[in-house]
């Protein structure tokens, strides 16, 4: 997702955000780009006053919620039904917005996060060949996460795995332990017996066998 920030902006849009739905289906603002750090600010004190609505007719969260894309050539012509009130309103034109498009990703079935991108400085106009090219970034970011995620359930049961095996080679460590002092009581002990030995010597080559494995 950072690299297709980085290359959005501003080859693509001179906006670029992404939201995610959480396990608990919480909606996560996860990024959003702009080249002037100010701007970025300028939205984050928008998205405190205003957090994510799936209730509103726009943006990522209504995206997330229908999984259909928003697609608005003319970004000044809805911000009257966008914004919530009149303040969110003017933070909205404040930041010059001319063209945008929210695309959802869907992975394995179901919507799991929606992309973002807007134009402002520039002046360009999204058409549908921009909303095709939006569609295939869409598409790709989502494998990507799936991957992520999958690499990242691979990596929790190796993880797993290993606290298992710690655990049972602990557990199997603590009774060899006595066995082994067990064993050089014995050696230590004056025996004339061959019996005496040979059990010795059985005991002692099957703990050191035991000892490998568990190593």
Partial sequence: LERIA??????FADWFGVHVRESGGRVRRMAVRHRDPRMVRAV???????????????GAPRVLATGEAIWAPDLAA????????????????????TSYICMPMRSRGRVCGALT??????????SEIHLRAAEDLAARCAVAIENAQLVG??????R??????????HELRNPLAPVRNAIEIVRATP??????????DVIDR???QLSRPVD
Wanted: a negative charge; charged letters at 25%; glycine letters at 4%.
């Fill in 6 to 11: 980085n290359l959005a902006v501003p080859a």
């Fill in 191 to 200: 025996s004339t017996s061959p019996q005496l030995q040979w059990t010795h």
């Fill in 160 to 169: 797993r795995k290993d606290e298992f095996l710690a655990v049972l080679a």
């Fill in 206 to 208: 099957q703990v050191r």
């Fill in 44 to 58: 984050e004190e928008m998205y405190a006053h205003y957090p994510p609505d799936e209730g509103r007719p726009y």
């Fill in 153 to 158: 359930a691979l990596r929790e049961a190796d």
């Fill in 117 to 126: 991108f807007a134009t402002a400085e520039s002046g360009r106009r999204y």
């Fill in 78 to 97: 809805i911000i009257p039904t966008a914004a919530r009130d009149a303040a969110h309103a003017a933070m909205l034109r404040a930041l010059g917005l």
